[in-house]
C-alpha cells in the first residue's frame, strides 16, 4: 500500500468514528463566535491562539487557557525539572524565553499570570534554530501583551472540607506588573495539604490462615508556604530575568496503629503510635542574560542556586491501654538530616550556517553537594542510651550512616537543526558529560564518569494534518546521593534503614521513539499514537548487601540490563459534531511492558506498571459562563513488583475519579467547586516476607493492605483586578 492509500484509509477511519477529517486549515480555531479571530497555522507548524479566541471563557490564568486548547499536555517540568543540571529540554517558553528554573519552573508559574496579561498562545509543533528549548514534541510559548505600564493583581482564595470533616483554608495572591521595559510578577501563597489516610491490613500464613488484622491512621497536618517572583528587562538586543522561590513544607504527623493478633485462639490487641516532626525547606534563585547580535547570532547565559533541607525525627511509642491513663513507652528513635546544595552555570552561542541550518554550542558546570547524617536508637541495641538517639540505646550495626557527597560536572553540548525541506527537518546532538563524584564521612571515595549522549530527532509532515516523528536518544541518569549512605525507611515498618551503597553508578539508557500525530481540521482536535523502546544498563533496583548472614540487608544498586517498551495512544476532541463545540473529551490508553532478571529471585519479571486509560471531559457553556467536567483514571494492574532480600511486594492503585464545576459571577469572580478522588480510591499492596531470604524462598507471611485518604471537596473562589 503506498503512503497516499494509507492516509486516505486514516481518514476513512477517523470518518467511521463520526470525527470530522481533513488537512489542517490556515483557520486552526474552533468558530465559537463569528467576531472572534481565527488561530492560524504558520508554515512552521506553528498554530497561534489570539487572545480574543479566549474570551466567550472568561479565563483566569494562563492555565485556564490551555485547557481549552485540544492536544495540549505539559510535563510540568523547567529545564530538566530535577535531572542534571539545567540542560536544553523543555515544553514552554513564556516570551520565547526559557526560565532558569528547577523548583520554581515556569509550569507553575501559569496559573499566577493573569490571562488580560496574554497576546497570544503559540503551539510549536516542528522544531527550528530560534527555539530556547529542545527536544520536545510540541513547545507552548505564551506571548503577553507590551504596554507602557500596566499592573493587575489576582487573588485566589481556597477552603478544603476533607472527609473526616476537618476544615482548612488557602490563599495566593499574585501581582504584575510592567514599567516601561521592566516586567515583575511577585506571588504568595499558602496551600492547604491536610491528609488523613487510613491503613488497612489483614495478616495471612503461607496456608492462607488468617493470623491477625491491622487499622491505622496517619494525619499529615501541612500548609505550604512558597514566596516566587519573576522579574525581566529587555532593551534593545538585551533582555535578562530573574527568578527567585522559597518554599516552607514543614510539618508534623502522626500515625496510630491498632494491632489484633489471633493467637490460640484469642485475640490479642496491641497499639503502637507514632510522632514525626519534619522540616523540609528549599529556596532558589536562578536567573539568564541574552544577547542577539544583528547577523542572527545570539548569546545566552544561565544560572541556578538552590538550597534544600529535609530534616525529621520519628520517635515510636507502644501504647499500654490498661491503665487509666495510657502509657506510651519509646521503642525507637530516628533522626534523619540531609541538605542538598546545587550550582549550575550554563552559557550557549547560536547561530546560522545557512538559509536551512543552525547550530547552537554551549558548556555547563554543575556543583552538587549532599550531606546526611541519619540517628537510629531502639530497645533491642545493648549500648548504654544516648539523648542524642532519643534516650534509647544506639543501633550496633548501622554502617555508613552520614555521609558528605560532592560531584562536579561539566558537559559540553552542540545541536544541529536542518530544515530539508518545508516538510521535513532533522535536529542532532551530541552532549559529552565529564564529572568526579567524591565522598567523605565513614566511606571515602572517588570515582570519574565520561559518558558521550547523542540524539537525533527527525520529524515529517505527511501531510498538513499528518505528522511523524522520529527520535533515537542516550540518556544518563542523575544519581541520588541520598542512596550512598544508610537512611531511613518509612516504608517497611519492619525494617528501620536501607543501607547504602556507595559504589552506585547512573543508569544508561538507549530510547528508540516512533510517532504519528493527526490534527483535525478547524482545530477539531489532534489524535497521536507513539511507541518506544528503551535498552538499559546498570538498571538501579535492589541488590544484595548482607555482610552478617543472622542479619540480611538490602540496598540500593546496579543490577544489570533491563528494558522497557510500550505505546502512547491519546486523543482530545471537540464535539462539534455532536452540537457541543465548546466540549472537549480526551481520552488516553497506555500499555507498558518490560523485563529484568530479578538478582534475588534470579527469574525473569517487570520493572514498570503495565499502563492505564484515562478519560476527561469538559464543557464550557459560555452563555452561563459555566464549565464543568471529569477526570477518571483506570490502571492496569500488574508488574508493580518491589523485589529485595527479605520481601516481595506488590502495588496496586485503584480506579480515580475527579470531578469540577466552575462559575463566573459579577463578570470576574470565578467560583470552581472540585471533588477529588470521589471514588476513595485507595492504594493496595501484597506484601509477602520470608524468613531467611527471598533467595531461599521460605514464605513466613502474607500482608494484603489498602489504604485510603478518600474524598475532598474544594472551593476556589477566583479574581482579578
Known amino acids: 500500500m503506498d503512503n497516499k492509500s494509507k492516509i486516505a484509509g486514516f481518514a476513512v477511519l477517523l470518518w467511521g468514528l463520526g470525527l470530522p477529517a481533513g488537512h489542517a486549515q490556515?483557520?486552526?480555531?474552533?468558530?465559537?463566535?463569528?467576531?472572534?479571530?481565527?488561530?492560524?497555522?504558520?508554515?512552521?507548524?506553528?498554530?497561534?491562539?489570539?487572545?480574543?479566541?479566549?474570551?466567550?471563557?472568561?479565563?483566569?490564568?494562563?492555565?485556564?487557557?490551555?485547557?481549552?486548547?485540544p492536544g495540549v499536555s505539559l510535563d510540568g517540568r523547567g529545564g530538566r525539572g530535577g535531572g542534571r543540571g539545567l540542560g536544553t529540554g523543555g515544553d514552554l517558553l513564556i516570551n520565547g524565553q526559557r526560565l532558569a528554573g528547577k523548583d520554581n519552573s515556569p509550569r507553575a508559574q501559569l496559573d499566577r499570570i493573569s490571562a488580560g496579561e496574554v497576546e497570544r498562545i503559540e503551539i510549536i509543533r516542528g522544531t527550528a534554530g530560534d527555539l530556547a528549548v529542545r527536544g520536545a514534541?510540541?513547545?507552548?510559548?505564551?506571548?503577553l501583551f507590551e504596554a507602557e505600564s500596566r499592573s493587575n493583581t489576582s487573588v485566589e482564595l481556597i477552603a478544603r472540607l476533607n472527609h473526616d470533616e476537618t476544615a482548612e483554608g488557602g490563599a495566593t495572591l499574585s501581582h504584575n506588573r510592567q514599567t516601561g521595559n521592566f516586567q515583575s510578577m511577585i506571588s504568595v501563597q499558602a496551600r492547604p495539604n491536610y491528609e488523613n489516610r487510613d491503613h488497612r491490613e489483614t495478616r495471612f500464613s503461607p496456608g492462607m490462615e488468617t493470623l491477625g488484622t491491622l487499622f491505622a491512621t496517619t494525619i499529615r497536618d501541612q500548609d505550604v508556604l512558597q514566596l516566587s517572583s519573576n522579574m525581566s528587562y529587555s532593551i534593545d538586543s538585551h533582555r535578562m530575568q530573574l527568578n527567585m522561590l522559597y518554599n516552607d513544607s514543614s510539618h508534623p504527623r502522626y500515625v496510630r496503629r491498632d494491632f489484633v493478633d489471633f493467637i490460640g485462639g484469642?485475640?490479642?490487641?496491641?497499639?503502637?503510635?507514632?510522632?514525626?516532626d519534619g522540616d523540609y525547606l528549599n529556596w532558589e534563585i536562578g536567573g539568564d542574560y541574552e544577547y542577539s547580535f544583528a547577523n542572527g547570532h545570539r548569546f545566552q547565559f544561565l544560572f541556578i542556586t538552590n538550597d534544600q533541607t529535609s530534616d525529621d525525627v520519628r520517635e515510636r511509642f507502644n501504647i499500654d491501654e490498661s491503665q487509666v491513663r495510657a502509657l506510651r513507652n519509646k521503642t525507637l528513635y530516628i533522626e534523619s538530616n540531609q541538605r542538598t546544595r546545587e550550582k549550575i552555570v550554563q552559557s550557549q552561542y547560536s547561530f546560522p550556517l545557512s538559509a536551512s541550518q543552525d547550530l547552537r554550542i554551549g558548556v555547563e558546570r554543575a556543583d552538587t553537594r549532599l550531606d546526611s547524617s541519619l540517628f537510629i536508637g531502639n530497645l533491642g541495641g545493648n549500648l548504654p542510651p544516648s539523648d542524642q538517639y532519643g534516650g534509647l540505646p544506639p543501633r550496633p550495626d548501622l554502617s555508613n550512616a552520614g555521609t558528605e557527597v560532592q560531584e562536579i560536572r561539566y558537559e559540553g553540548f552542540a545541536f544541529h537543526n536542518w530544515t530539508i525541506n518545508d516538510r521535513m527537518t532533522l535536529e542532532s546532538s551530541v552532549v559529552y558529560e565529564t564529572s568526579e563524584i567524591s565522598q567523605s564521612g565513614v566511606v571515602r571515595n572517588s570515582r570519574q564518569f565520561d559518558f558521550i549522549k547523542p540524539s537525533v530527532d527527525f520529524r515529517f509532515n505527511l501531510t498538513e494534518a499528518l505528522r511523524l516523528r522520529a527520535t533515537v536518544t542516550r540518556s544518563v541518569s542523575q544519581l541520588s546521593f541520598a542512596n550512598f549512605a544508610a537512611t531511613a525507611n518509612d516504608d517497611d515498618r519492619e525494617l528501620d534503614a536501607d543501607a547504602g551503597n556507595p559504589e552506585l553508578v547512573p543508569e544508561k539508557e538507549m530510547r528508540y521513539e516512533l510517532g504519528l500525530e493527526y490534527r483535525l481540521a478547524d482545530d477539531n482536535g489532534v489524535l497521536s499514537s507513539r511507541v518506544f523502546y528503551t535498552d538499559i544498563d546498570d538498571y538501579i533496583g535492589n541488590i544484595n548487601a548482607t555482610v552478617n548472614p543472622a542479619q540480611p540487608i538490602s540496598a540500593v544498586g546496579n543490577v544489570g540490563q533491563a528494558a522497557r517498551w510500550g505505546m502512547f495512544n491519546n486523543a482530545s476532541v471537540r464535539l462539534g459534531f455532536l452540537g457541543l463545540p465548546d466540549a472537549i473529551v480526551s481520552a488516553g490508553v497506555n500499555v507498558f511492558d518490560s523485563k529484568l532478571t530479578d538478582p534475588f529471585l534470579g527469574s525473569e519479571r517487570r520493572i514498570t506498571r503495565r499502563g492505564e486509560a484515562d478519560l476527561g471531559f469538559r464543557h464550557d457553556v459560555t452563555s452561563l459562563s459555566l464549565s464543568y467536567g471529569?477526570?477518571?483514571?483506570?490502571?492496569?494492574?500488574?508488574?508493580?513488583y518491589d523485589v529485595d532480600i527479605t520481601t516481595i511486594t506488590r502495588n496496586d492503585d485503584q480506579s480515580s475519579l475527579n470531578l469540577f464545576v466552575s462559575k463566573v459571577f459579577f463578570d470576574d469572580i470565578t467560583f470552581r467547586l472540585e471533588s477529588d478522588n470521589t471514588l476513595g480510591e485507595s492504594r493496595c499492596r501484597e506484601r509477602r516476607r520470608y524468613d531467611g531470604t527471598t533467595i531461599d524462598g521460605s514464605l513466613r507471611l502474607i500482608e494484603d493492605s489498602c489504604s485510603s485518604r478518600y474524598r475532598r471537596l474544594t472551593l476556589l473562589v477566583q479574581t482579578t483586578f
Open 630 to 640: 471529569i477526570d477518571y483514571r483506570h490502571p492496569f494492574h500488574g508488574g508493580e
Open 137 to 143: 514534541g510540541q513547545v507552548v510559548n505564551v506571548v
Open 26 to 69: 490556515d483557520s486552526a480555531a474552533t468558530p465559537v463566535q463569528s467576531d472572534i479571530d481565527d488561530a492560524t497555522a504558520t508554515e512552521n507548524s506553528t498554530i497561534v491562539y489570539p487572545a480574543a479566541f479566549f474570551a466567550p471563557y472568561n479565563p483566569n490564568s494562563v492555565s485556564d487557557m490551555l485547557d481549552r486548547i
Open 266 to 276: 484469642q485475640s490479642i490487641l496491641t497499639a503502637e503510635e507514632e510522632d514525626i
